[in-house]
């Protein structure tokens, strides 16, 4: 079993940046992709970002370029730095980790709110 805390949200400007943390309970964790969710009011949870295999990373395009996700495998955290923030980044951030080479997403995290002022 993986457990996922997340922490780190809060409100911002327009065009601030925060920084998401996630720090998973349980062992090999090196052998999980980590993904990062977000769920705004009225809308389905969609994608943000993900990354497996030490350094490997996919974006949403709605993030590319602005967000970053990192992870740390020594402490058992993935990160995902949020720059350039726009007010339609709104929502619940959610940790997610799965295990490397399958596809669903098993373990999530209570979520983490984030709010762009304009």
């Known amino acids: 079993q993986v457990q996922l805390v997340e922490s780190g949200g809060g409100l911002v400007q327009a065009g601030g940046s925060l920084r998401l943390s996630c720090v998973a309970s349980?062992?090999?964790?090196?052998?999980?992709?980590m993904g990062w969710f977000r769920q705004a009011p009225g809308k389905e949870r969609e994608f943000v970002a993900r990354c497996w295999s030490g350094d490997m990373t996919y974006y949403a395009d709605s993030v590319k370029g602005r967000f970053t996700i990192s992870r740390d495998n020594a402490k058992n955290t993935v990160h995902l730095q949020m720059n350039t923030l726009k007010p339609e980044d709104t929502a619940v951030y959610y940790c997610a980790a799965r295990r490397t080479g399958t596809t669903n997403w098993n373990y999530w995290g209570q979520g983490t709110q984030v709010t762009v002022s304009s």
């Open positions: 349980g062992r090999a964790f090196s052998t999980y992709t």
